[in-house]
T-cell receptor, first 114, second 111 residues
């Protein structure tokens, strides 16, 4: 099946720094990608919809200046957590919508902010 | 708005026991329904899906039937294995392709 990768798989950073997470669709072009956040032992919460060549659409309550999303190509979307704080520590998962509308999920990135 | 409700876990079963994880949904229109599985430290893997009423999704011995009359998509497996231990998420997708996930049900299978 289709593969979606995320990089890095784990990142630890100091409070106040910014962290960039990449999401790539390896064998198909994705005009739409989604970013989710998963809290420990909780479900996935949709943060935003990333559209190639246009601005991301953020869900209610998600700070767009805090979580910057760039979908610069048909195979790459990036999520940048700006001025990260300990409460931003979480598991971030992306998904990519294939041309047949099926979605494929990345393996996730665990962010720990010290 | 759309929502998915899953039974709370954890569910602990002995190997070869019968598994049911309940899932009900609220949605306008005719959503597609999914079950995803998440193994420790990993992302989500699609387990099965159904796109219209009365469809039955099946994979690796797991089954779920899209019941519009009861707005349910319960996951079943006749005989679980230790390797099935994971967290299972029920989800729906509407015309916008956004996924709404349930809270997840942790399954632990004992040898």
């Amino acid at each position: 099946g289709a593969v979606v990768s995320q990089h890095p798989s784990r990142v630890i950073c100091k409070s106040g720094t910014s962290v960039k997470i990449e999401c790539r669709s390896l064998d198909f072009q994705a005009t739409t990608m989604f970013w989710y956040r998963q809290f420990p032992k909780k479900s996935l919460m949709l943060m935003a919809t990333s559209n190639e060549g246009s601005k991301a659409t953020y869900e209610q309550g998600v700070e767009k200046d805090k979580f910057l999303i760039n979908h610069a190509s048909l195979t790459l979307s990036t999520l940048t957590v700006t001025s990260a704080h300990p409460e931003d520590s979480s598991f971030y998962i992306c998904s990519a919508k294939a041309p047949d509308n099926e979605q494929f999920f990345g393996p996730g990135t665990r962010l720990t902010v010290l | 708005g759309n929502s998915v409700t899953q039974m709370e876990g954890p569910v602990t079963l002995s190997e070869e026991a019968f598994l049911t994880i309940n899932c009900t949904y609220t949605a306008t229109g005719y959503p597609s329904l999914f079950w995803y599985v998440q193994y420790p430290g990993e992302g989500l893997q699609l387990l099965l899906k159904a796109t219209k009423a009365d469809d039955k999704g099946s994979n690796k011995g797991f089954e779920a039937t899209y019941r519009k009359e009861t707005t349910s998509f319960h996951l079943e497996k006749g005989s679980v294995q230790v390797s099935d231990s994971a967290v299972y998420f029920c989800a729906l997708s509407s015309g916008t392709y956004k996924y709404i996930f349930g809270t997840g049900t942790r399954l632990k299978v004992l040898a």
